[in-house]
C-alpha cells in the first residue's frame, strides 16, 4: 500500500493496480481503523495447545524411556546424559493471558503463560515456584507445531528438563 498526499484535505491510496481518493471524514475512518487493526493482537483469543513432558535426566546406566523416544536424539546431543526417564506429561489448552500449570516433583510448580503471538511465534513465560518462591523464570517463543527442551533444577541425582511443545 502507497500513500499520496495531493491536498491536505485528500489522500489517494494505491492497493496494486487500484487507487482510491479518501476524503474528509474517510480519512480519519481509514486512520482509525489502521491504528486500531495494529493494536489487537491477530491471536488474542487462539485456544493454543501447550504439552509438557517432564524428563528426568541423569548420568548411570543407559536408559530411555519409551514415552521420548522420538526426543532422544535431540535430548542426547544438547544434555548429554545416559539416561532419560519420563516423570510426567500435561496438555493444556490456553488463550493468550491464561495461566497452566504443571506439579512437579520435589514440590515444585510450573507455570506457563502465554503472553503473545507475533511474527508466527508464540511468547510462553515460564516461572518454577518451590516453597511460593520464584527458583527459575525464563521466556521462549515456539513457532507453531514446534518444541523447545528446557533444563531445570536438581532432582534425584539427576535434572529436571521440560520438553514443551505448542500448536496454535
Known amino acids: 500500500m502507497r500513500m499520496y498526499s495531493s491536498m491536505p484535505q485528500s489522500m489517494i491510496i494505491r492497493f496494486g493496480s487500484d487507487i482510491f481518493r479518501l476524503k474528509g471524514m474517510a480519512i480519519f475512518v481509514m486512520t482509525a481503523f489502521l491504528l486500531a487493526v495494529q493494536a489487537v ?47 510426567g ?48 523464570q525464563t521466556v521462549i517463543q515456539l513457532k507453531n507445531k514446534s518444541s523447545i527442551t528446557v533444563g531445570g533444577p536438581k532432582h534425584k541425582g539427576g535434572v529436571l528438563l521440560f520438553n514443551i511443545f505448542s500448536s496454535f
Open 89 to 136: 506429561d500435561k496438555e493444556m489448552k490456553l488463550r493468550i493471558g491464561e495461566q497452566g500449570e504443571v506439579i512437579l516433583p520435589g514440590k515444585r510448580l510450573l507455570k506457563i503463560l502465554p503472553t503473545k503471538v507475533t511474527s508466527g511465534r508464540v511468547e510462553l513465560r515460564l516461572a518454577i515456584i518451590k516453597d511460593k518462591k520464584v527458583i527459575f
Open 41 to 87: 493482537p491477530v491471536h488474542s483469543a487462539t485456544c493454543m495447545n501447550v504439552v509438557v513432558k517432564t524428563i528426568l535426566a541423569s548420568h548411570g546406566k543407559t536408559y530411555v524411556d519409551p514415552g521420548i523416544s522420538g526426543l532422544i536424539k535431540e535430548l542426547q546431543s544438547v544434555f548429554g546424559y545416559s539416561s532419560y526417564q519420563l516423570l
